[in-house]
């Protein structure tokens, strides 16, 4: 199995990044996805959740209305969009697959909001 994040990076307030997990060796199709995200000092929370068939989604409440989680289930790939950045949202992002009692995490990709 893998699960693996990409396209963190520096950015200014304001500015957008897109997240991208691509995921291997289970059946990506009857898993939900779910971007975590975890900033110093602070537990782990859900920022966003997508069924296995992409048409319903769940959002934090601190990232409605900035945040879209969206999959490919072709490409066995999740994205979380991210807009108007604050630094608020600075954290290291994890991609998670679930169904029933797998679970699956990737290594964590990096986002950090700042001038």
């Known amino acids: 199995v893998q699960v693996v994040e990409s396209g963190g990076g520096l950015v200014q307030p304001g500015g957008s990044l897109r997240l991208s997990c691509a995921t291997s060796g289970f059946t990506f199709i009857s898993y939900t996805m779910n971007w975590y995200r975890q900033a110093p000092g602070k537990e782990r929370e859900l920022v966003a959740f997508v069924n296995p068939e992409g048409r319903s989604t769940i959002y934090a409440d601190s990232v409605k209305g900035r945040f879209a989680i969206s999959r490919d289930n072709g490409k066995k790939t999740v994205y979380l969009q991210m807009n108007s950045l604050t630094p608020d949202d600075t954290a290291v992002y994890y991609c998670?697959?679930?169904?029933?009692?797998?679970?699956?995490w990737g290594q964590g990709t990096q986002v950090t909001v700042s001038s």
């Open positions: 998670n697959a679930r169904f029933f009692k797998f679970d699956f």
